[in-house]
């Protein structure tokens, strides 16, 4: 068996990871983890003859906490396997195999029968399984292949070392598994998912609720997709429950004669609601049932918007209320363990030092996080940006994979209250000539309304950084070189608008500023003397103590609130990664500063 540490000095055993459910907002009572020690070979054959190692499921084999520590290059294939006995009384009608991600492409057998394969490194997939299980034991195979900057596709700041060593603000790869992998076992005629959106000024909330193989329940037979007949199939019971307490419920009648998949809508009142805030997480629990089948999830009241407040400034809205967004970038980097949490309770401590710091929310930089930390985000609250990693390269594939990823993305995540606003495009990255390129633009604006036509309830920062189109919800400015002694060049903040703030232009050519709200969505990043090792960096230079660092920050942090110029903020970063240095957090999550003094420096509201 493989012997773990944690960063605490805690022994992690193998047998016990990660065991919290995956897929919170769809909760299902079959429930079958298979995380944990797998067979693994890495080698350049498309097989794998034997398995020579021991890794550690869902760490990626780049992390220590695989208990492997290498990383898996383009040329490169890494091959699983796990033999696993279903428990007893497990199965019923299906068995469904689930991936919470594997990056970047992968086929998948099971007992020698291949299930299917998958593109795409951050988002789950799943596979019906059932017909090629048999009774005892089975094996599972994958084999993955990950060319991450070889092959154009989202990979955010995974990049493979140059001469020995990481640069710049990229970082390791990873490949591979590096989410939970686990079963369920669900009927014939089961719910396949549920989109709920709050209908905040109407005091309800829609259900969208995809049901499966609908005419299985009635025994009904099928011709060329369809039921046939005219007979009801069966009947979705919904409730909303607060505190264990029904408070609406509903019951909607599935017909026949449509698809075998369908989605039926059904609306319920919520007469004297209580919002979700950051402030006051209030969530709403749901049942769902479909014949025998039963699923829980929930949901917070909240409407997101842009308005004018009393003094005709346009600003950003919570529940129809001016709300000034204080954040943190965060890349959601673990030493131990890259880009998958180590466990649940590390997740709830990125959480709970960001709010200790002042902050209301976080922009998640350059990575879809996991379904668990949004989870949390939803139950302590916190305001999140979800932003799509960055593919590198402009052409088919590029475009293809990357609005593949989001759409994903959001159907995985709707459902989400701490989730605000979406970020198609960070800095121009991939479309490096936006600027000027009508053809690049245009990709920027069809992701954008791509995101409008699938959330039409949250807002879009198109092009977050620079070059925007004037299609953006927000309009958001990164400035690295705003000190005490800069702030002035805001005092004309229509030329700011028309040219730049730091070195590069605020909107493309041909497009121009509408009155979106202002957001410095990336300022501070400053490093301390010291931290770090040869190569390391922060932004524009180093400060040598906790007093010389509040001296620059607590002045500008001071300006962005109070000057009226601006809706927000979103301070650079809240751990150090790798060799970027420059947060305010170790690696470890050991303070720099004290929480208590950087509180009072970003948790001063302007409303």
Same mark, same amino acid.
């Given at each position: 068996m493989v012997q773990l540490i944690s960063r605490w000095g805690k022994e992690i055993d193998p047998g016990n990871i990660l065991q919290e459910y995956p897929r919170p907002n769809l909760v299902r009572d079959s429930y079958f983890n298979l995380n944990g020690e797998w067979e693994c070979r890495i080698n350049e054959s498309?097989?794998?003859?034997?398995?020579?190692?021991?890794?550690?499921?869902?760490?990626?084999?780049?992390?220590?906490? #695989?208990?492997?520590?290498?990383?898996?290059?383009?040329?490169?294939?890494?091959?699983?396997?796990?033999?696993? =006995?279903?428990?007893e009384g497990f199965?019923? #009608?299906?068995?469904?195999?689930?991936?919470?991600?594997?990056?970047?492409?992968?086929?998948?057998?099971?007992?020698?029968i291949r299930m299917g394969g998958h593109?795409?490194?951050?988002?789950?997939?799943?596979?019906?399984?059932?017909?090629?299980?048999?009774?005892?034991?089975?094996?599972?195979?994958?084999?993955?292949?990950?060319?991450?900057?070889?092959?154009?596709?989202?990979?955010?700041?995974?990049?493979?070392?140059?001469?020995?060593?990481?640069?710049?603000?990229?970082?390791?790869?990873?490949?591979?598994?590096?989410? =939970?992998?686990?079963?369920?076992?669900?009927?014939?005629?089961?719910?396949?998912? +549920?989109?709920?959106?709050?209908?905040?000024?109407?005091?309800?909330?829609?259900?969208e609720i995809t049901v499966l193989n609908a005419c299985k329940i009635s025994g009904a037979e099928t011709s060329g997709g369809k039921a046939s007949g005219g007979e009801t199939s069966g009947t979705v019971r919904l409730a909303v429950l607060e505190r264990g307490v029904e408070i609406g419920q509903a019951e909607? =009648?599935?017909?026949?004669?449509?698809?075998?998949?369908? +989605?039926?809508?059904?609306?319920?009142?919520?007469?004297?609601?209580?919002?979700?805030?950051?402030?006051?997480?209030?969530?709403?629990?749901?049942?769902?049932?479909?014949?025998?089948?039963?699923?829980?999830?929930?949901?917070?009241?909240?409407?997101?918007?842009?308005?004018?407040?009393?003094?005709?400034?346009?600003?950003?809205?919570?529940?129809?209320?001016?709300?000034?967004?204080n954040g943190i970038l965060d890349q959601g980097y673990w030493p131990e363990s890259i880009l998958t949490p180590p466990s649940d309770e590390a997740i709830q401590e990125d959480i709970r030092l960001t709010k200790a710091m002042g902050f209301n929310g976080a922009r998640k930089h350059q990575k879809i996080e996991d379904p668990r930390y949004y989870y949390w985000a939803d139950k302590m609250g916190l305001l999140v940006w979800g932003e799509l990693p960055s593919a590198y390269e402009f052409n088919d594939n590029a475009m293809e994979a990357s609005s593949r990823e989001l759409m994903e993305f959001v159907k995985r995540d709707y459902n989400h209250p701490?989730?605000?606003?979406?970020?198609?495009?960070?800095?121009?990255?991939?479309?490096? #000539?936006?600027?000027?390129?009508?053809?690049?633009?245009?990709?920027?604006?069809?992701?954008?309304?791509?995101?409008?036509?699938?959330?039409?309830?949250?807002?879009?920062?198109?092009?977050?950084?620079?070059?925007?189109?004037?299609? =953006?919800?927000?309009?958001?400015?990164?400035?690295?070189?705003?000190?005490?002694?800069?702030?002035?060049?805001?005092?004309?903040?229509?030329? +700011?608008?028309?040219?730049?703030?730091?070195?590069?232009?605020?909107?493309?050519?041909?497009? #121009?500023y509408q009155g979106q709200p202002v957001i410095l969505t990336e300022y501070g990043g400053i490093a301390f003397e010291g931290d770090g090792a040869e190569g390391s960096w922060g932004y524009y230079g180093r400060v040598k103590d906790e007093e010389q660092f509040l001296g620059i920050l607590e002045p500008i942090t001071e300006f962005l609130i109070r000057s009226g110029h601006f809706n927000g903020f979103c301070y650079t970063q809240l751990t150090d990664v790798m060799q970027e240095v420059n947060g305010l957090l170790t690696e470890d999550r050991k303070p720099k500063v004290s929480i208590e003094r950087l509180h009072d420096v970003f948790a001063k509201r302007i409303y």
């Open positions: 498309e097989t794998a003859d034997f398995y020579d190692e021991t890794i550690i499921v869902p760490f990626s084999p780049e992390s220590m906490l #695989s208990g492997v520590g290498k990383i898996v290059m383009p040329h490169q294939r890494l091959h699983y396997r796990k033999k696993f =006995t279903l428990p199965k019923k #009608s299906r068995v469904l195999l689930h991936f919470g991600a594997v990056d970047q492409e992968c086929s998948v057998f099971v007992n020698g593109k795409g490194g951050y988002l789950p997939f799943h596979f019906d399984i059932t017909d090629s299980l048999r009774q005892g034991e089975n094996v599972l195979t994958l084999s993955v292949t990950d060319r991450t900057e070889q092959s154009p596709h989202a990979r955010g700041k995974q990049k493979l070392q140059k001469k020995g060593k990481y640069a710049s603000l990229f970082y390791t790869p990873q490949s591979g598994i590096w989410k =939970t992998v686990w079963m369920e076992s669900v009927e014939k005629a089961y719910i396949e998912d +549920v989109r709920i959106t709050p209908l905040y000024d109407d005091s309800s909330v829609r259900f909607i =009648t599935v017909r026949q004669e449509k698809e075998i998949k369908q +989605v039926i809508s059904q609306e319920i009142k919520l007469d004297g609601f209580k919002p979700w805030t950051p402030d006051t997480p209030h969530l709403y629990d749901v049942i769902i049932r479909y014949g025998e089948d039963e699923v829980r999830s929930y949901f917070g009241m909240r409407k997101l918007s842009t308005g004018r407040d009393g003094k005709g400034i346009l600003r950003f809205f919570l529940n129809n209320k001016p709300y000034f967004f701490c989730i605000v606003t979406w970020v198609p495009v960070n800095e121009s990255w991939g479309v490096r #000539s936006i600027r000027g390129n009508l053809q690049q633009q245009n990709y920027c604006r069809m992701l954008t309304y791509l995101l409008k036509a699938m959330d039409p309830v949250r807002l879009v920062s198109a092009n977050d950084g620079w070059e925007q189109v004037s299609d =953006t919800d927000i309009c958001a400015l990164h400035d690295y070189a705003l000190f005490p002694q800069t702030e002035k060049k805001y005092d004309d903040m229509g030329n +700011v608008l028309k040219t730049y703030c730091e070195s590069r232009r605020l909107f493309a050519e041909g497009n #121009s």
